[in-house]
């Protein structure tokens, strides 16, 4: 009887704090709640250290009113002379200023509003007309106390796109979302006016983690557990997949576009961006760093990457700052005693040649003084260099005359053996493939279906594939791709759709047998491509369903776009969306907005042209087109190394019955990228209407040469010779006999 009462009296103390804290576990938030802004003010009253962290940061840094405390420019009557262009700075109280050349060429004076960073360089912001900040065009190195161009090359005139003024140096369409915090564009089309908005004026703590305030209700309640709905609030950044904290930090750490708005921590990137592949403007045929991608495309190369590591294992997500100095870095997972010694470098402890980074990890200047390092994490090899061309980290140091690349080749063999885990390499492979080398099929195949590379270059073979071949072995491997577990991979294999339309019924319906299930796909970025390149098929090839699919899929394409209305190739997209669905008066107006909106850019006006036409007005064609050419010709003087500005500089001159001119600029083109079929197609069959035949079957030759397999370029091919011969005979035949007549 005693051990029965000590049982009731345990269960009587024990028993309603167990039932009160499981029914606290129990109860939930309501479902359907949604977080928003409070602030990093209220972040810090309980994350003290982090703030502190924090504060003084390059995102805390990132963006702050021109005051005094935060200008570090010299505006004490200073000037700088670039290129015949004079730009003054100057200060009056607490205010500063720059006097350069605006939009119309004329010099005008100029507020500086907001600064932009703080080291190695420090940009200036200045508000023109209608909610329009700008990047001024000069910045202060705040290592050498000095003015410079951060475009060291020649400026662009007024009215280009990359003139400071331009959409190109465009604070709220460039800069701002990866400068602030819950940034809004608010533009409005009709006037033209910029009303925008931001949370904070910096990366704040929301920037990252997401808005707080269900965080902060949790916090503050008296339960004893997060809530089982919500979590604690937050995205877990400390997910056992890699991808969540990844991803939380790529729409700013890498080259990309828009594709979808409203990007929240905990997001799937590739639900609101598309990434830039290793295109050849971009990247080094082996994925080395060339124009400024940032890291998380060149990261998507790397083992660490496919190995689980993480931003957070390297930098502190707080500072910013690298978790430690030096080698130390890399040997909190790399054994000290196997790679951190000459043994394995082969080079002086202490010297730059011992350190880890920059072997691995070698940087590139941007911006002039902004160095960025390559975040592929590679082996050094300059056998590539000797090969292919490209870079290596070896040559970056060794530059004496007898240092070659070959030289730096031997001695990695002698020191290291003549084998290496990647041969042969993805850059080699993605060489041939960027020179459209027949030859080159089978292993772009196999590489892109290679689960040991990094996804960004499986895609990148996939692009390749997609868009320099067209052989049944090509097309096959690009409709596999469309079925890819990797979202990028699908994404790269719709390149191969391009441009497509229909020529038969059994050409749609068998096209739409592919495409159709991606409409349906989980990821955005490639159901919405997938619905745009099906805009083109006429309605009675759809199913119910996939009628109702497609409505979706370009409900969230058109949102994607309108979400930054304010740039003309966004009123471009649409206008060709309309054109496909038949709506040309619609596609007409889009044009005329993308026309009013940037009047020196390149594009529209062919669009224009060509949906007017029909109507018989030649005299406003030929004035869009003439205009075109003339934008078309500038941006060729500016860019002569652009093979893509060539060739549409020819299409539009051949328009315009300039044959010559047309000639030319095609000729340039297929001379600075000859692999490319459209422009050699474009050169043979112009070359074939000019009658100039030896040059016409020169350029057949070219493309039955990087295309075998296609019977198209071989009927040409033939055609040209038969009416070249068939030429000669009546050249033959019309001249005189010996006897004059």
Known sequence: ????????????????????AALD??????????????????CMQCHVAEYEKWKGSDHDLAMDLATPEFVLGDFGGTQLEHHGVTSKMSRRGDEFFVETQGPDGETEEYQVKYVFGYHPLQQYLAELERGKLQVLPVTWDTEKKEWFYANPDAPYGPGDPLHWTGSAQNWNHMCADCHSTNFAKNYDLKTDTHHWSFEEMDVSCEACHGPGSLHVELAESKSLFWDRRYGYGLPNLKDANSRTQLETCAPCHSHRRHVHPGFQPGDRFLDHYNLSLLEDHLYHADGQIDEEVYVYGSFLQSLMFREGVRCTDC?????????????????QC???????????????????GASCVECHMPAKNFMVVDPRRDHSLRVPRPDLTVSIGTPNACNGCHTKENETPQWAADKI????????????????ILDAGRKSNPGAVDELIHLSQNRKEGPIVRATAVSLLATRYNTAKSRQAVEE?????????????????????????????????LLAPLLEDPSRVVRVNAARLLSVVPAQFFTSQDAQNLKRALAEYKEGLLADNDQSGVHLNLGLLHTNQGELDEAIDEYRTAIRLEPNIAGPRSNLAGLLEPSGDTEQVRKLREEEAEILARDAKLLPNNATIHYR??????LLGREEQAAVALERACFLDPTVPDFLMALTLLHQKMQNWQKACDAAERLVKIQPDNLGYRRLKDQILQQAAQSKRDSTKDQPGEDGR
Not at 1 to 20: G, N, Q
Not at 315 to 331: R, V
Not at 487 to 501: D, F, M, Q, S
């Open 1 to 20: 009887m005693k051990r029965l009462k000590r049982i009731l009296v345990v269960l009587l103390i024990v028993a309603p704090p167990a039932a009160w």
């Open 25 to 42: 576990w129990w109860i939930t938030l309501p479902e359907g709640r949604t977080a928003t802004y409070v602030g990093g003010q209220k």
């Open 315 to 331: 930098h502190d997500p707080h500072s910013t700052k690298l978790k430690f100095e030096g080698n130390k870095l890399c040997t």
């Open 334 to 352: 790399h054994l000290p005693a196997k790679y951190d010694g000459p043994v394995h470098h082969h080079h002086a402890v202490g010297t730059k």
């Open 413 to 428: 063999v002698e020191w290291y053996g003549p084998k290496r885990r990647q041969d042969p390499h993805y850059g080699e």
């Open 481 to 513: 791709a469309l079925k890819d577990r990797d979202p990028l991979v699908r994404a790269a294999a719709l390149r191969r759709y391009e441009g497509w339309r229909p020529q038969s019924p059994d050409d749609a319906q068998t096209t739409m047998r």
């Open 649 to 654: 500089l020819g299409l539009v001159n051949y």
